[in-house]
């Protein structure tokens, strides 16, 4: 189990929080823009809500090895709402 596979492991994770944030922020501004042309505030996203923050405590505890690559994945997925 040695070093690579840690390093490997955390690259991948960076790699998928990286990949879901910009899909999270392109959703969201489409969101904005949608909702300016019909009139309406959009929310800004709170703690509660933020499912980037969400997604990196989830990779911190799949890296810490408490979430396996199953679990992880399901919450992910349950996270950004897919």
Same mark, same amino acid.
């Given at each position: 189990?040695?070093?690579?596979r840690?390093a490997?492991?955390?690259a991948?994770v960076a790699g998928?929080?990286t990949a879901v944030?910009?899909r %999270? #922020?392109?959703?969201?501004a489409?969101?904005?823009?949608d909702?300016?042309a019909?009139g309406?505030?959009p !929310? $800004?996203?709170?703690a509660d ?5 969400? %997604? #990196?405590?989830?990779?911190a505890?799949?890296?810490q090895?408490i979430l396996t690559?199953?679990e992880?994945? !399901? $919450? ?7």
């Amino acid at each position: 189990m040695g070093l690579m596979r840690v390093a490997a492991r955390t690259a991948v994770v960076a790699g998928t929080a990286t990949a879901v944030s910009g899909r %999270v #922020q392109q959703r969201q501004a489409n969101s904005a823009a949608d909702k300016a042309a019909q009139g309406q505030q959009p !929310a $800004a996203p709170t703690a509660d809500n933020d499912p980037i923050a969400e %997604v #990196q405590k989830l990779a911190a505890l799949h890296q810490q090895g408490i979430l396996t690559d199953e679990e992880f994945a !399901a $919450a992910k997925a349950k996270a950004l709402g897919i």
